[in-house]
């Protein structure tokens, strides 16, 4: 089964150092992610075969909807995973919203449903639902937007926390933008279930994302559905193995042990299941100290835990040569996953880097769509093919 790869917008701006923040914390990069910039990467996402770029939502970054939207005529067949949060928002308009987007696209809207982690947060977008009532909401959205989609006649729905009367759309988007939705709790699992399309974890260690996707296939089941998966996954990727490691190295040694307990100390308040687990991943960032060695971040074999110090949300990274992360890649993908949403720092070279040096590993593998890019690794124009006879 052919994977699927994504890319990542930083509409708080892109850094060559990690960037501290996230989560319901202020992030900024020392790179400003103005339209001249955000255009560069998304054509080269799609210049370098990713399907999708995930723009994310939250106060510490740009409106994912108005960005993408300015970025659709930058590019021809990159698609656009559109983070949005459901509580601030009526059900009609944002379902009008991604009938408008698919339409004017030519059908290249994804959602990503975020129902809100942090309260506080929430209170700032004037929401002021705890977090268990969020997802209760979050369920009825999404099956009114659905609704909305499909119906041939008027909606009317009357739930706990919303209600709509006779609504409907000019037209129905086509094809159906499909639903990305993520989260540990219990309840999440179970919104999960019933409305998402794929489910997306964080990058934990093979066996713990074994468990959690062992744990949506039975809710999933259990409501008579089959959902895809996905990971989000910073990436770390170099000719050989040394290389990567110094590259990590270089981003922890940017790092101060002020800076990452400030950020820790935010984070340790999020209300966020999947937050709390990646803090986990690196012990909360007590043992952090000046001139630490990368490599004692390594949770799993090529798997690195340092991005999570600073960053809220995803907070690991596939480190080593493109042949180790390849193989990583291949490892996560026999769980299950079929989506991998990838970043790196800085985004508009570490997509060149993944996009020439691990794509053709995994389209040798048959993990990639037989349409996508060359499977032979990039090379120079004046070097001859391998058993190529010179003509001089």
């Not at 129902?115 to 268990?132: I, M, N, V, W, Y």
């Not at 659905?146 to 739930?159: K, M, N």
């Not at 260690?205 to 074994?210: G, I, L, T």
């Not at 053709?360 to 006879?389: H, I, K, M, N």
Request: net charge negative; charged share 20%.
């Amino acid at each position: 089964m052919p994977i699927h790869f994504h890319w990542f917008l930083p509409t708080y701006g892109d850094s060559r150092d990690l960037i501290a923040g996230g989560h319901g914390s202020n992030m900024r990069g020392d790179r400003p992610a103005d339209l001249r910039y955000l255009t560069q990467l998304a054509q080269a996402a799609e210049i370098n075969g990713f399907e999708a770029v995930l723009t994310p939502t939250g106060l510490w970054c740009e409106d994912a909807w108005l960005t993408t939207a300015m970025l659709i005529n930058s590019t021809e067949t990159l698609k656009y995973l559109v983070a949005f949060r459901p509580g601030l928002v009526s059900p009609t308009l944002a379902a009008q919203m991604a009938t408008t987007f698919q339409w004017q696209s030519q059908g290249r809207l994804l959602l990503n449903v975020v129902t809100g982690g942090e309260s506080s947060e929430q209170r700032a977008f004037g929401d002021f639902l705890p977090k268990e009532a969020r997802y209760a909401r979050c369920g009825e959205f999404l099956d009114i937007v659905r609704r909305l989609w499909t119906s041939e006649q008027p909606v009317s729905v009357t739930g706990e926390h919303l209600q709509v009367e006779q609504g409907s759309l000019a037209r129905h988007p086509d094809p159906l933008p499909p639903v990305f939705f993520g989260g540990s709790s219990p309840e999440a699992g179970e919104v999960a279930a019933r409305y998402a399309d794929t489910y997306l974890t964080w990058g934990e260690r093979p066996e713990q994302v074994k468990e959690k996707l062992d744990w949506i296939r039975g809710l999933a089941a259990a409501q008579g559905r089959q959902l895809s998966y996905g990971i989000r996954l910073h990436v770390i990727s170099r000719d050989t193995s040394e290389q990567a490691w110094a590259e990590a190295q270089r981003l922890l040694s940017g790092l101060s042990p002020e800076t990452v307990a400030a950020a820790q100390q935010s984070l340790a308040r999020s209300e966020s299941v999947g937050q709390r687990r990646m803090r986990q991943l690196h012990g909360g960032g007590e043992d952090f100290a000046a001139g630490a060695d990368a490599r004692q971040l390594e949770i799993y074999p090529n798997l690195w835990s340092g991005v999570g110090l600073v960053r809220g949300g995803a907070g690991t990274a596939l480190v080593g040569s493109h042949q180790e992360v390849a193989d990583r890649i291949a490892e996560y993908a026999a769980l299950g996953l079929d989506h991998f949403i990838l970043s790196g720092y800085p985004h508009l070279e570490e997509a060149y880097i993944f996009g020439e040096g691990v794509r053709p590993l995994l389209a040798q593998r048959g993990l990639l769509d037989a349409a996508g890019r060359s499977t032979e690794p990039v090379r120079s124009a004046f070097l001859p093919r391998l058993g190529d006879v010179s003509a001089s």
